[in-house]
């Protein structure tokens, strides 16, 4: 298999009993691109990745994850050369910025439905830059491989078979990934296998987690004080992480970890 690089820690994920093993994969992804960026290595002293850095930014995700990370001068490093780069970006694009002239019709027009289109090219600018994140970049390409490799594992690993009809389920962005991936990865019979294991395990969890959760909320009433938690007790940020993925109730990932 052409994929053998991914398909350990694929296992692995699968093993772990998670709500969704692609949330499992993309967190160790991701702290994997935090290391690469800021950790030791120092990989922000390498001219090619600096060049890169500098070009893309990072989205404000990351430039929390970044500040939480511990790299107080690493990060001062990057963000000094991307500033560098992008004053004198801004620079060019103020100087070319030509505002568009409003005739006395236009204000009588319907407003445009499309309210996120930018209607300048500073607009276009700006979203270019809310767009671009170098760790975002970093770990989704790996990630698009890992669903990729899950597919071969499906049609042609046995063992891989009953851990995937045992898992937990995926959160639901995660899910769709699924789905959409197999509609181009898998044939007509494939489908057919995949989705009757797929679906039902869906539904079936997602109303675990919808009982669990009636039930959290169930032992705030003083009747239920002294009653058992059952697998409640966790059910917010496991509910949230099925709703949208990730782990709300992770603490921040640092250097030292």
């Known amino acids: 298999m052409k994929e053998k690089l991914y398909t ?5 994920a699968f093993k772990a009993e ?8 993309e967190r160790q992804l991701e702290q994997h691109a935090m290391d690469f960026v800021l950790g030791a290595g120092a990989s922000y002293m390498e001219d090619d990745v600096r060049a890169e ?14 500040y939480d990370y511990g790299n107080r001068l690493g990060a001062g490093l990057i963000l000094k050369t991307h500033f ?3 004053t004198k ?3 060019e694009q103020i100087r070319i910025f030509a505002p568009s002239r409003a005739s006395v019709f236009s204000r009588f027009k319907k407003e445009n439905t499309d309210t996120d289109a930018p209607k300048t090219s500073l607009g276009v600018w700006v979203k270019e830059q809310e767009d671009t994140c170098y760790i975002c970049n970093f770990y989704k390409d790996t990630y698009a491989r890992y669903l990729d490799t899950f597919f071969e594992l499906f049609k042609k690993k046995q063992e891989f078979l009953p851990l995937f009809e045992t898992c937990k389920g995926f959160c639901i962005p995660h899910f769709g990934d699924l789905v959409e991936t197999a509609e181009s990865a898998l044939s007509d019979k494939e489908k057919k296998a995949f989705y009757t294991i797929l679906f039902p395990m869906m539904e079936q969890n997602m109303q675990r987690l919808s009982d669990d959760l009636d ?3 169930d032992k705030f009433d003083y009747r239920n004080k002294d009653a058992d ?4 007790k966790d059910a917010l940020p496991r509910g949230m992480q099925k709703a949208a993925g990730g782990y709300p109730a992770d603490e921040p990932y640092t250097m030292d970890k």
């Open 215 to 217: 039930w959290f909320c």
């Open 53 to 66: 850095t500098d070009k893309m930014g990072f989205c404000r995700t990351h430039y929390k994850k970044m």
């Open 8 to 12: 350990i820690p694929l296992m692995d």
């Open 229 to 232: 938690w059952r697998t409640s």
């Open 89 to 91: 970006e801004l620079h």
């Open 18 to 25: 998670d709500e969704c093993p692609f949330c499992f994969v």
């Open 84 to 86: 560098q780069y992008k």
